[in-house]
């Protein structure tokens, strides 16, 4: 159908009275990212869609008195990349709040806080986020640091990884935490082992317990955030992106402002954007919750902002000793993490959104979490039957050999986050202390997926990763480690995937998982123009520099959002 669709075009462009182009980009290296994988030299750009792939000759009938005409000199040229789990709003932390993102210490940290809670003596509490778990003994930071800097002002700061915070004393009192309260559901209060008193660290829901006391981020602030969002995505060349969970308030319900953020930049026509939303179901929810959401997705539909998934948490995170474990953890051989649902609720729950046509988008960091949203998915395929459903187990951290084959029977998509494929600080510092050397070995297992015949869609889960630049992220994927000539620094060498598989997973496999194959993926005509042009061909460079490239220019809808000044 598509070869008929250009086949026409250039028929009636050499006569003169076929579409000129708003864009040509002739003399490049085209990767289509199309079921055969063709190459091509050029290609038209009209009205948001692409016109015409193919030879330079060709592209010629569709140059216009207004067409821009790029020479790319050999350039490579991709489709719009396709992060497939990320927490756009995060990036409020860079715009409104603190930032310890890059900050390697503690003294950092809190001359950070102190700086910004000077500079902004208004503020009922200070927040932030990006403090890094291997930074600070098994319990975490204390809140009497805290308390040296800001003691009149309650301050929480997320971690890294967005599974805990970090609270100073004013806040603990005005969420009426004391040694008495006892942990949460699905929650920790780390504690001081001689008295009970909490130390200032909350993991996992307890984090809710601060969070639900303070006065929430404002529309306009979430707005902020998705705009600093959008300026970062342009300039790696990123068009779509996977909300991981919209709404999600730190207090685990739901908070509405985020969503009418996304609504307003979109009524504004602000949105740079693609997004796709993953609505959260909680283990306290009954089946009932289900039609509500369903009734919320009917709300979004039709624009840059739509609502397609639900999102599960399974479990926690390693460094919060929350992941789900089939074995023990190392340092606590009587325990095996944080199971977050009662399995047969699980099931349930996961039924009732395959029914009503969700993308079900499960968080699972242990192997036996990843095992229980497995028997989820074949509990739902034997209640509803076998349905294109596109659900999806993001992380993956660890995965027993067999759930790999489930994964590929079940038609489960794998979403990892190949920019943690490797060993060093962290590593060292948590997985391999927490896990075993043997077990923490085996991380984020990625050829496994493909060998099986697994769809496999690249994400960041930004704001835990920052920068986020999907070439980056490809880099990870082919050669395991941060310093690949190091070999100490490889994580699971055997687990290294192709370049080609790598940019499929940014590209082709995120449109499927998105359910956006027609639209989005390839470079083809009659496809929505998401371009990316970088400034070398990722082939012709060693694996490690592929990491290096630049992107020159991004079109989104055939507009431009980024350009670079040496293009």
């Not at 098994?138 to 700061?157: A, I």
């Not at 369903?294 to 929350?322: H, N, P, S, Y």
């Amino acid at each position: 159908m598509r070869s008929r669709i250009t086949l026409l075009l250039l028929l009636s462009s050499a006569c003169g009275t076929g579409p000129k182009a708003d864009w040509v980009l002739r003399n490049g290296n085209i990767h289509t990212q199309d079921s055969t994988g063709r190459r091509a030299r050029s290609l038209a750009v009209g009205g948001g869609t692409i016109l015409y792939v193919g030879d330079d000759t060709g592209v010629e009938a569709f140059v216009g008195p207004e067409t821009e005409v790029i020479d790319l000199g050999g350039k490579m040229v991709l489709p719009g990349f396709i992060d497939s789990h990320s927490h756009p709003t995060g990036a409020m932390v860079q715009a409104v709040a603190v930032s310890l993102n890059d900050l390697r210490s503690l003294e950092q940290y809190l001359e950070a806080v102190r700086r910004f809670a000077r500079e902004n003596p208004e503020k009922e509490a200070i927040r932030g986020s990006g403090w890094s778990n291997a930074l600070f003994p098994l319990t975490g930071p204390k809140k009497g640091d805290l308390d040296g800097v800001v003691s009149d002002r309650p301050v929480q700061l997320g971690s890294g990884d967005g599974h805990s915070s970090w609270v100073n004393s004013k806040a603990l009192e005005l969420a009426g935490i004391t040694k008495d309260t006892p942990d949460p559901q699905g929650g920790v209060i780390e504690r001081d082992p001689s008295t009970g008193e909490p130390m200032g660290t909350l993991r996992e829901s307890a984090t809710g317990l601060v969070s639900a006391v303070l006065p929430p981020f404002t529309v306009e602030e979430r707005m902020t955030g998705l705009l600093a969002f959008q300026e970062m995505a342009a300039k790696d060349g990123v068009t779509t992106a996977r909300i991981a969970a919209i709404g999600l308030a730190a207090a685990g319900d739901y908070d509405p402002s985020e969503m009418v953020a996304y609504e307003r930049l979109e009524s504004e026509g602000k949105l740079g954007v693609r997004f796709r939303g993953s609505l959260l179901l909680t283990p306290d929810d009954p089946v009932e919750r289900v039609r509500e959401l369903v009734a919320e997705r009917e709300k979004q539909k039709g624009g840059l902002f739509e609502i397609d998934a639900v999102k599960i948490f399974v479990d926690g995170v390693v460094e919060g000793e929350t992941a789900y474990l089939h074995e023990p953890y190392a340092h606590r051989p009587d325990y095996r993490g944080e199971l977050l649902w009662d399995p047969a609720h699980l099931n349930v729950m996961v039924a009732a959104a395959d029914r009503e046509g969700f993308i079900v988008h499960v968080h699972a960091i242990g192997d036996a979490a990843t095992g229980l949203a497995l028997d989820a998915f074949q509990f739902a395929r034997e209640k509803n039957g076998r349905t294109d459903a596109r659900h999806q187990v993001t992380h993956l951290q660890l995965v027993t050999p067999s759930d790999v084959k489930r994964f590929a029977d079940l038609s489960v998509i794998a979403v990892p986050q190949p920019f943690w494929f490797s060993k060093g600080g962290f590593y060292d510092a948590i997985e391999a202390p927490y896990l075993g050397e043997e077990r923490a070995s085996r991380e984020y297992p990625m050829k496994s997926f493909f060998d099986a015949g697994v769809t496999v869609a690249s994400a960041s889960d930004f704001p835990v990763t920052i920068p986020f630049s999907p070439v980056v992220g490809m880099k990870m994927g082919i050669t395991r480690s941060f310093d690949s000539a190091n070999p100490d620094m490889v994580l699971g060498p055997e687990e290294r995937v192709s370049l080609e598989q790598m940019i499929a997973s940014f590209t082709a496999n995120g449109a499927f998982a998105a359910r956006l194959e027609d639209r989005i993926g390839s470079l083809e005509a009659g496809k929505v123009a998401d371009i990316v042009v970088l400034d070398r061909d990722l082939f012709e460079v060693a694996p490690e520099q592929v990491g290096e490239a630049k992107v020159l220019l991004t079109l989104f809808e055939g507009r431009e959002i980024y350009r670079a000044p040496e293009l």
